[in-house]
């Protein structure tokens, strides 16, 4: 599977961005789904994930109260919506899939960059302050 991730951009401190992960191939709901971000000089780290179903979403606690992970399987797609951003937000967001995996997995998320095996680029987050 290849992975688009897009949506990043410039936005004011308390503002709001909507990062969207698109898939190639037809089995995107064989793959569980992660959001991680890097910022400069700093090592990549987990934001959120999200079962094969949408129906068990898991989240760093720094993301527990302002992100939301979501997908959209008959679009292929995987959404990070983000509110109250803070500058300490600024980073590289990185889309990620796991799979495929057998459906009798569905309900499982995972949050180690291990755990993944394809990977978008990165689109672009700064949030001015």
């Known amino acids: 599977v290849q992975l688009q991730a897009s949506g990043g951009g410039l936005v004011q401190a308390g503002g709001s961005l909507t990062l969207s992960c698109a898939a190639s191939g037809r089995t995107f709901n064989h793959y569980q789904m992660g959001w991680f971000r890097q910022a400069p000089g700093k090592e990549r780290e987990f934001v959120a994930s999200?079962?094969?179903?949408?129906?068990?979403?898991e989240y760093v606690d720094f993301a527990e109260d302002r992100f939301t992970i979501s997908r959209d399987n008959a679009k292929n797609t995987a959404f990070l919506q983000m509110n109250s951003l803070k500058p300490e937000d600024t980073a590289a967001y990185y889309c990620?899939?796991?799979?495929?995996?057998?459906?009798?997995?569905?309900?499982?998320?995972?949050?180690?960059?291990?755990?993944?095996?394809?990977w978008g680029q990165g689109t672009q987050v700064t949030v001015s302050s």
């Open positions: 999200i079962s094969l179903n949408g129906a068990r979403t």
């Open positions: 990620a899939a796991r799979g495929p995996v057998d459906l009798r997995y569905s309900g499982l998320t995972y949050r180690d960059e291990s755990d993944f095996n394809y």
